[in-house]
């Protein structure tokens, strides 16, 4: 009686550990409830569903398979994921869990005199020293795993899932065949048991490999994804200073005749003089318009230094860039826009309006475009990686400034340079011209 107690305590930890190792392998997901309560409860509920139905359902593959379902359902009212991203964590997770008890069992009956799968079935020491392996096997397994694997938003389509499940399905499928052979043929040779413990270590190596290339494969898709939506950014722009660079033409025929207006009917009273100097310094914007050689990059700084000078930014520009015509808009529009919208949110840091202050320069030298850009700062920026912490509230749809402009830059086989001092950046660009 004492030896059917204590048998029954060792199962029940045992599938108390299979539902903490759950939880291991899944802790990075967002969770749906805040209330731990209710997370707890879940769980409660999932293990006594996993005794009830280990008891009811006599079959190892319909256990599996009831397991299977119960731990997708577990993972889908827990975590708040995909039904697609899921499922996928839920197959890999019991892959993981079939190949260490094969292993296990495999290894077990190669020590063991009786090359059984019944030396397992026995309530006997061979079995407890067989579930020890089987979960420090298991835990070991999911540490790589996880490792490979932990991906907080992965954006998994249907054919993204297909291309794991399929796989995965395969090893399981394989994983039942070799404990069918075992429970069919009772006395295995020893050189059977060596080819199904090797054949069961492939099955793991390629749920490995599996994970390796999805993890890549969904690392590509996120940096196209990352680059798509840089992209659409762009080109809003680009259409923007496109527009803006159409209006500011129009705009500036009318000022030169405008002008000659107003010089005429400053010979008026004193009223109309001053109704006349309100104007002109409204329109004064027109005279310091910058005239680089390049439309889009003209409307660019334009643009720019009318923010500056709203955010009492100093804003001082030295621009030759008659050879750069060989750059895409798009791309102009990603180099100074960018950088730029970085110098201005860097200037805005500092308290001190005096201390503020933007330098642009650009020249063609030997068979080359350079571009330095000066900005003021406050503090050490925060980087992340090789890319640097935005400030801005809306981390979406910034952040992708940096490495927008590097990878412009190096579209035309040009250099990029970072130099941070105390109270100044740096950005300088070397393109060669086409």
Same mark, same amino acid.
């Given at each position: 009686?004492?030896?059917e107690i204590?048998?029954?305590?060792i199962?029940?930890?045992v599938?108390i550990?299979?539902?903490?190792y759950f ?11 805040t209330?731990?309560k209710?997370?707890f409860v879940?769980?409660v509920?999932f293990?006594?569903?996993?005794i009830?139905?280990g ?12 397991n ?10 827990v ?10 964590r839920?197959?890999?997770?019991f892959t993981t ?11 077990i ?12 079935a026995?309530?006997n020491i ?9 979960r420090?096997l ?6 790589i795993?996880?490792?490979?694997f932990d991906?907080?938003n992965?954006?998994i389509?249907?054919?993204d ?16 065949a070799i ?9 295995i ?5 060596h ?10 190596v390629?749920?490995?490999c599996?994970l ?5 494969y969904?690392?590509?898709?996120? $940096?196209?994804? #990352? !680059?798509? &939506?840089?992209k659409n950014h762009l080109?809003c722009?680009?259409?923007? @200073?496109? /527009?803006?660079?159409?209006i500011?033409?129009e705009v500036r025929?009318m000022y030169h005749d405008m002008?000659q ?9 004193? $009223?109309s003089? #001053? !109704?006349? &100097?309100?104007?002109n310094?409204?329109i004064k914007?027109y005279?310091? @318009?910058? /005239?680089?050689?390049?439309e ?6 334009s643009d720019k230094?009318?923010?500056a000078?709203?955010?009492?930014i ?7 860039? #008659?050879?750069?015509y ?15 919208d970085?110098?201005?949110e860097?200037?805005?840091?500092i308290e ?8 642009i320069?650009s020249r063609c ?5 350079l ?5 003021s700062k406050?503090g050490?920026?925060?980087y992340?990686?090789?890319?640097i912490e935005?400030?801005?509230?809306n981390k979406n749809s ?6 927008n402009?590097?990878e412009?830059?190096l ?8 130099n941070?001092k105390e109270?100044?950046f740096e ?5 060669p011209?086409?």
């Open positions: 009686m004492k030896n204590l048998w029954i305590s199962e029940l930890i599938i550990l299979e539902v903490v939880i291991y392998f899944f802790n990075t997901r967002n969770k749906r409830f209330d731990k209710i997370t879940s769980y509920v293990l006594i569903l996993t009830f139905l008891e009811v359902t006599s079959k190892f593959y319909e256990q599996v398979l009831v299977i379902m119960l731990m997708i359902i577990l993972a889908c009212v975590y708040n994921e995909t039904m697609k991203s899921n499922i996928i839920v197959l890999i997770f869990l079939l190949i260490s008890d094969m292993i296990t069992i495999e290894i009956m190669l020590l063991s005199d009786n090359h059984s799968i019944d030396v397992q026995d309530r061979l079995r407890l020293q067989g579930m020890i392996l089987s420090a298991t835990i070991l397994i999911l540490w795993e996880k490792k490979i991906k907080k992965m954006g389509t249907f054919y899932m297909l291309f794991i499940v399929i796989p995965t399905c395969s090893n399981i499928c394989i994983l039942f404990y069918g052979f075992m429970n069919w043929n009772k006395n040779i020893s050189e059977e048991l080819i199904l413990l090797i054949l069961s270590l492939f099955i793991l390629s749920t490995i599996i390796v290339f999805s993890e890549h969904f690392k590509i898709k996120q $940096k196209q994804i #990352e !680059y798509e &939506k840089a080109q722009k680009y259409l923007y @200073y496109e /527009n803006k660079n159409k500011e033409n025929k002008k207006h107003l010089t005429y009917l400053e010979r008026g009273d004193n $009223k003089k #001053e !109704y006349i &100097k309100k104007i310094n409204k914007a005279e310091n @318009y910058i /005239n680089s050689g390049n889009i990059l003209d409307t660019i700084i230094m009318t923010i000078e709203r955010e009492n100093r804003m001082e520009c030295d621009i030759e860039f #008659e050879e750069g060989f750059l895409e808009p798009i791309d102009i529009t990603c180099i100074f826009g960018n950088a730029l970085n110098c201005i860097a200037c805005l840091e001190d309006v005096s201390e503020r202050f933007i330098t320069k030298e030997n068979g080359f475009i571009v330095k850009i000066v900005n406050k050490e920026l925060i992340n990686g090789d890319k935005t400030k801005k509230k910034h952040g992708f400034g940096l490495s402009i590097k412009a830059v579209n035309y086989k040009g250099m990029f340079k970072l941070e109270d100044l950005l300088i660009i070397t393109i011209i086409s």
